[in-house]
């Protein structure tokens, strides 16, 4: 069975300027597929995270470093991959590497500082992470609320 997506990328010098285009093309991509307010803000926080810690931590001072995102929108879900390997990757290939986050992983991943994974994880409603080569985290914001709160609680029960 498929799943239809779109699925859009940006790629992008490893530096924290870029992350206000990141989070504007997020709002834009969330808006378009109905997410709420609440959603898009929480997505533009998660981003911001891991988009600042690959800046922050995947390369030397001085190295020429790139970090992808990737949007893979579906109907009920978007799904953003960061990666700072920076070469463009298949994004089915990579989803069947991608394995579950673990707590463990935090303290390889965080480093020093961020609330990282941790934060990511709270505010996202999935998260994957691989780690060689580089990092790859694809975190998933479900849009259709049904998806979250199966306590079917929704204004048009009622």
């Known amino acids: 069975m498929s799943h239809q997506y779109d699925y859009i990328e940006m790629k992008f010098p490893s530096s924290a ?3 206000g285009l990141i989070r504007l093309t997020l709002s834009g991509i969330f808006s378009r597929v109905g ?3 609440d959603q898009i803000e929480d997505a533009k926080i998660a981003v911001s995270e891991a ?3 690959a800046v922050k931590h995947a390369y030397d001072e001085g190295e020429e470093g790139r ?3 990737g949007f893979a929108i579906y109907a009920d879900k978007v799904e953003i991959i960061v990666s700072d390997k920076g070469q463009s990757f298949n994004y089915e290939e990579i989803k069947s590497e991608l394995g579950p986050y673990n707590e463990d992983d935090n303290v390889n991943y965080l480093r020093e500082g961020g609330l ?11 998260i994957v992470v691989r780690k060689d080569p580089g990092v ?4 998933t914001k479900y849009i259709d ?3 979250v709160h199966s306590d079917g609680e929704t204004i048009s029960n009622r």
């Open 17 to 19: 300027e870029h992350v």
């Open 116 to 126: 990282g994974l941790f934060l990511i994880d709270t505010l996202m409603d999935e």
């Open 136 to 139: 790859t985290i694809s975190m």
């Open 67 to 69: 970090i992808l995102v």
């Open 35 to 37: 997410a709420t307010y």
């Open 51 to 53: 988009v600042t810690n």
């Open 145 to 147: 609320e049904s998806q």
